[in-house]
């Protein structure tokens, strides 16, 4: 079955960096679109970033545009998420997202102190 494994998540200062992974097996990774959501405490769940099947388009959201970087390694079936600049409202819980098969993964807490 799809499963999507997030790590990578941790405390870091304000102006600090953390590199988000995705491990996603149980489909053809590499043929389709993936994505990066957060749920912040008592805040709705919000797209981040997406990454097309061969990783020719991105889209962020305003929020994460010029400090995040989503990428991926279809060869390893990996997905990934470089954060810079990081700001304490960046603070939540980070899901990995396939929308060809509606799947989440756990999530990796993100934490980013001021």
């Known amino acids: 079955q799809v499963q999507l494994v997030e790590s990578g998540g941790g405390l870091v200062q304000t102006g600090g960096s953390l590199r988000l992974s995705c491990a996603a097996s149980?489909?053809?990774?590499?043929?389709?679109?993936m994505s990066w959501y957060r749920q912040a405490p008592g805040k709705e769940r919000e797209l981040v970033a997406t990454?097309?099947?061969?990783?020719?388009?991105?889209n962020y959201a305003d929020s994460a545009k010029g400090r995040f970087t989503i990428s991926r390694d279809n060869a390893k079936n990996m997905v990934f998420l470089e954060m810079n600049s990081l700001k304490p409202e960046d603070t939540a819980v980070y899901y990995c997202?396939?929308?060809?098969?509606?799947?989440w993964g756990q999530g990796t807490q993100v934490t980013v102190s001021s």
């Open positions: 149980g489909f053809t990774v590499r043929r389709y679109a």
């Open positions: 990454i097309s099947s061969t990783g020719a388009t991105t």
């Open positions: 997202y396939s929308p060809s098969s509606a799947s």
